[in-house]
T-cell receptor, first 110, second 118 residues
Framework: QKEVEQNSGPLSVPEGAIASLNCTYSDRGSQSFFWYRQYSGKSPELIMFIYSNGDKEDGRFTAQLNKASQYVSLLIRDSQPSDSATYLCAVPSGTYKYIFGTGTRLKVLA | DAGVIQSPRHEVTEMGQEVTLRCKPISGHDYLFWYRQTMMRGLELLIYFNNNVPIDDSGMPEDRFSAKMPNASFSTLKIQPSEPRDSAVYFC????????????????FGPGTRLTVL
C-alpha cells in the first residue's frame, strides 16, 4: 500500500458545484496534513493544512480530517474554472519530511 | 521577498553529460528540500537540508545524484552522468522550520527546472 493515495482523476464538476477531493494515508501516527494546489506547468502552492479531527474552513475551501479512518478531504464550494488544477495531499513521514500524493486533477467546467 | 529561485528553468542535455541545478532559498529559511516530479511517480523527495547540513538523502535514486548546500543561500543538485530516465521537473522548496504540525511547516516551492535528457 502506498503511503499516500489519491485518485488521479480527472474529476470534472460544473461551475458552482462542490468539488470533493480525497486522500488516504497509511501511517496512523501522522499528525498534520497539507493540501497543495498545482496549476499546469507551475509549482505547488499551499492551500490549507489541518491537524485536528473534524473540519477546517477557509473561504470556499474546507479540509476534513478523519484520523480513525485515515483519510483527509478537501471540499471546494462554488467551484470556479480558475480552480482547475491538480491538488496534492501531503502527509508527514518520519521527522521533518512530508510524502506527497500523486495528486487529483480537477476540471471545473464553465 | 523574491521567493525560492531556481536556475536554469529549462535544461536539455545529452545522455552522459553532467547537469547542475541551482537553488536559492527564501532568506531566513532553515530547511531546504529537493524534489523530483514525474507523471508516473508524482512528487518525490530526494534530499533535505537543515542549517546547510544534509539530514535525509534516502530519496536520492543512486550515486549519480549528489546535492550540496555550501551556505544558507545556495544549494546545488548534480547529476553525473545523466540518463534519459532522469528527465523530470526538479523543484527546490524551503521552509522556516519544521515541527510535527502547523503552518510553520509550510514549504515554499521554487518554479522548478524542467530537465530533458536526450
Amino acid at each position: 500500500q502506498k503511503e499516500v493515495e489519491q485518485n488521479s482523476g480527472p474529476l470534472s464538476v460544473p461551475e458552482g458545484a462542490i468539488a470533493s477531493l480525497n486522500c488516504t494515508y497509511s501511517d496512523r501516527g501522522s499528525q498534520s496534513f497539507f493540501w497543495y494546489r498545482q496549476y499546469s506547468g507551475k509549482s505547488p502552492e499551499l492551500i490549507m493544512f489541518i491537524y485536528s479531527n473534524g473540519d477546517k474552513e477557509d473561504g470556499r475551501f474546507t479540509a476534513q480530517l478523519n484520523k480513525a479512518s485515515q483519510y483527509v478531504s478537501l471540499l471546494i464550494r462554488d467551484s470556479q474554472p480558475s480552480d482547475s488544477a491538480t491538488y496534492l495531499c501531503a502527509v508527514p513521514s518520519g521527522t521533518y519530511k512530508y510524502i506527497f500524493g500523486t495528486g487529483t486533477r480537477l476540471k471545473v467546467l464553465a | 521577498d523574491a521567493g525560492v529561485i531556481q536556475s536554469p528553468r529549462h535544461e536539455v542535455t545529452e545522455m552522459g553529460q553532467e547537469v547542475t541545478l541551482r537553488c536559492k532559498p527564501i532568506s531566513g529559511h532553515d530547511y531546504l528540500f529537493w524534489y523530483r516530479q514525474t507523471m508516473m511517480r508524482g512528487l518525490e523527495l530526494l534530499i533535505y537540508f537543515n542549517n546547510n547540513v544534509p539530514i535525509d538523502d534516502s530519496g536520492m535514486p543512486e550515486d549519480r545524484f549528489s546535492a550540496k548546500m555550501p551556505n544558507a543561500s545556495f544549494s546545488t543538485l548534480k547529476i553525473q552522468p545523466s540518463e534519459p530516465r532522469d528527465s523530470a521537473v526538479y523543484f527546490c522548496a524551503s521552509s522556516s522550520r519544521m515541527t510535527s504540525g502547523g503552518s510553520t511547516d509550510t514549504q515554499y516551492f521554487g518554479p522548478g527546472t524542467r530537465l530533458t535528457v536526450l
